[in-house]
């Protein structure tokens, strides 16, 4: 056996041993001299009752015996981890990494200090890679990408508020720091885990050498012919390595995406139009635009929620023969799963939203809005924000003389839902407070509404407009359907059925708006605002969300009908798709002046 100098060696063979007592690793013998395993006091055959005695170091060869696989198989397991929860089975972690035969051929070229120090460090790294992939699954779960390590941090703060609504703040607090220790428990385990299999290799140099050796010619004979195991899945792995590139290309990219979000933003035809020109086809209209939570693409085709169509066409059928039109198309949204605002801010800026560090970056701009633009033509802008339990800055930014908080809105009924009030009653408040007062400046809003946001527990029902009051006729069981149980008693299955269930009280609510209170002068502009989470639409869903125009003048249908939306309220498969960043200018061409033609380009879509 080749050793390195300075590789000590007990005597009985080629077993290098650390120079000293201290190992944390439990794999080299004591100091002879205190007790250890080298000591006459500890071999002796019999006690002076002639038994046997008990033999000093059997714990730590028990140790050894266990602890060498159990490392190995944690290892194994953090480098060959899938990235999607659909490739997640036993077969799954049957790979050979490559980043594993490259350390273990680094280890053994090392001397026995760089070696633990180069080990430690590679535990740690690779307990940071573990907990990076299982972030990543989280979102996948939840928002149907990765986690982004520039600008996703502030979403934790949401997803503990999103776990105290749902399973109260106990649950909550316990959830954090189960997640925290679990963190450094990975973190510490791992690193462990690299130190006893990096003096496993020591001991054994020899016939660690001729494995790395042969494992390495079988992953490249793995690579070059395509082995796998698992469909999808090849067995000469580098899984890891791919992680961490594309992360760090995520990175670089959010870093340096400043200047390109900058270019776009200043590319606006739109930032210098008079108020004379911008919106001339709707003067005397109120224009609503209301966000439907998750209201996606999935909602009106897949056949398990076909009573949503239902609903729609029901609801053509009605406005129909009350003399309001519709025409509904379909928007591809920046997100899924979650980030409301992400949407809101892209329909509304005409800007490629995606990102928390691109929300930031507009907020800081002075971008025209589509509520800028109806405040700038002389319309009252406002906008009514059930969702906002806090104050609601952005506000200011979108362009609104008056903007409502969660707070603001009087609302006297029980906590239904994530949050607070239900749609039927944020409607009825919008209605009473700007709508309502004969000879009423035109008002533009914009109402995100709530009701369809996970977890689906409540259901409440579409109730007489003049019943909703200040809200405590909720406090009644006659105007709530049902209260369903703790979001972890529920199926998949029965997942998918309440989110319809709330899907489709918030289009009934909807529906029922326009045919109260739907005079010549209403518009409404309803759309979703991302598709569910894929425990609803299963991975790899579009991003795609229903759009509607409602009207009464058909002279504002008339307007939109370059645009080849179908009639309804329910888009069939063949509507035309928009990026959702192209609705404000679209909407600003048809229904006031052309861009100013002296005016730099919009950018090109990303």
């Known amino acids: 056996m080749t050793n390195h100098p300075g590789d000590p060696t007990d005597a009985a063979g080629d077993d290098p041993i ?41 714990g730590r060869r028990v140790r050894r015996a266990v602890g060498g696989p159990l490392a190995a198989l944690l290892v194994a397991a953090a480098l060959t981890a899938p990235d999607q929860l659909r490739e997640l089975s036993p077969a799954a972690f049957l790979r050979l990494p490559v ?24 535990g740690v790294a690779l307990g940071l890679v573990t907990v990076v992939r299982l972030t990543d699954l989280g979102f996948q779960v939840a928002w149907d990408r990765p986690f982004d390590l520039v600008s996703d941090w502030v979403l934790f ?32 385990a791992l690193a462990l885990a690299a130190l006893r299999l990096a003096a496993l290799l020591a001991r054994h140099d020899t016939g660690a050498r001729r494995a ?11 690579a070059a012919l395509g082995v796998r195991i698992v469909p999808g899945v090849p067995v000469a792995d580098s899984g890891a390595t791919a992680l961490v590139r594309y992360h760090a290309v995520q990175v670089r990219g959010g870093l340096s995406d400043g200047d390109v979000f900058a270019a776009e933003v200043a590319a606006d035809p739109f930032r210098d139009a008079p108020g004379d020109q911008l919106l001339t086809a709707l003067r005397g209209k109120d224009v609503v635009v209301a966000f439907v939570e998750s209201y996606g693409r999935d909602a009106v085709e897949e056949p398990e929620f076909a009573q949503v169509g239902t609903v729609l066409d029901e609801g053509t059928r009605r406005l129909r023969a009350a003399g ?46 589509l509520g800028g633009a109806f405040q700038r033509a002389g319309w009252r802008t406002v906008g009514v924000m059930p969702g906002a339990l806090a104050d609601w800055p952005e506000g200011r930014f979108y362009g609104y ?90 199926t998949a299955a029965q997942i998918r059925a309440d989110y319809r269930r709330t899907v489709e009280y918030t ?46 003048d058909p002279k504002v249908l008339d307007r939109i009908d370059g645009w080849q939306w179908q009639d309804g309220l329910r888009p069939g498969p063949g509507a035309p798709v928009w990026r959702m960043d192209t609705f404000r200018d679209r909407f600003l061409t048809t229904f006031g002046s052309r861009p100013d033609p002296g005016a730099p380009p919009a950018a090109a879509p990303r």
């Open 401 to 490: 003389d008056q903007f409502y908080p969660a707070r603001e809105l009087g609302y006297q009924g029980p906590k239904l839902g994530y949050f607070l009030m239900p749609d039927q009653y944020a409607l009825s408040e919008l209605q009473r407070r700007e709508r309502s007062t004969p000879g009423h400046p035109p008002v533009m809003a914009e109402i995100p509404l709530t009701s369809s946001h996970s977890p689906w527990t409540s259901f409440p029902r579409v109730i007489d407009w003049d019943d909703v009051g200040d809200g405590s006729v909720y406090h009644r069981n006659s105007a709530v359907a049902d209260v369903g149980g703790k979001p972890v008693r529920r």
């Open 324 to 369: 309001i039109g519709s025409r509904s198309a379909y928007l591809t949204s920046p997100t899924a799963g979650g980030g409301s605002w992400l949407a809101h801010a892209t329909l509304l800026s005409g800007l490629w939203i995606d990102s928390q560090q691109r929300h930031r970056s507009l907020l800081a701009t002075d971008r025209l809005t």
């Open 99 to 122: 980043e594993a035969l490259i350390v273990a051929a680094a280890l053994l070229a090392l001397p026995p200090r760089p070696r633990r120090v180069v080990a430690a460090l590679t």
């Open 18 to 58: 650390p120079a000293t007592g201290d190992d944390p690793t439990g794999e080299g013998p004591t100091d002879a001299t205190g007790g250890g395993t080298g000591g006459d006091e500890g071999r002796r055959a019999a006690d002076d009752a002639g038994r046997p005695a008990e033999v000093p170091g059997r």
């Open 157 to 188: 703060d949401d997803a503990y508020a999103f776990l105290a609504g749902s399973v109260g703040r106990a649950g909550a607090v316990g959830a954090a720091v189960g997640v925290v220790l679990l963190a450094v428990g990975l973190l510490v």
């Open 212 to 222: 790395v050796a042969a494992l390495t010619v079988g992953w490249v004979a793995c």
């Open 507 to 552: 289009l009934k609510s909807l529906i029922s708006y326009v045919e109260t209170y739907g005079d010549d002068d209403l518009v409404l502009v309803f759309l979703g605002d991302h598709q569910p989470s894929p425990v609803v639409t299963g991975e790899d869903a579009s991003r795609d969300v229903p759009v509607t125009v409602v009207a009464r």
